[in-house]
Nanobody, 118 residues
Framework: QVQFVESGGGIVQAGGSVRLSCAAS????????MGWYRQRSENRRELVAT???????KGDVALKGRVTISRDNDKNTVYLQMTGLNTEDTGIYYC????????????WGQGTQVTVSS
């Protein structure tokens, strides 16, 4: 059964922005911290940002405030806004529910590809 459906990726010019969406199963979304991960090239997936059920958001400090994570509890959807994109942001972006150590709790969805062109 599909639990996460990511969308919103595409080809973006360097310096541009993108807003990604992830629709999650209600049973997962309502009870869990949600997170966005990305996989760049052949590297392992890395956690980009998380948001708790109460809306407390945390982002990877290495991204220097370029990411904003938000959630719509009525739509069971989590969003990731990224600005100031550069080619190093190219990758596949995934969402998942997250434990308190930042590890994913469920199987992955298909992800959404973001390609930043220079």
């Amino acid at each position: 059964q599909v639990q996460f459906v990511e969308s919103g990726g595409g080809i973006v010019q360097a310096g541009g922005s993108v807003r990604l969406s992830c629709a999650a199963s209600q049973s997962i979304f309502s009870r869990n911290t949600m997170g966005w991960y990305r996989q760049r090239s052949e590297n392992r997936r890395e956690l980009v940002a998380t948001i708790d059920t109460d809306g407390t958001a945390k982002g990877d400090v290495a991204l220097k405030g370029r990411v904003t994570i938000s959630r719509d509890n009525d739509k069971n959807t989590v969003y990731l806004q990224m600005t100031g994109l550069n080619t190093e942001d190219t990758g596949i972006y995934y969402c998942n529910s997250v434990d308190n150590m930042g590890f994913p709790l469920h199987d992955w969805g298909q992800g959404t590809q973001v390609t930043v062109s220079s």
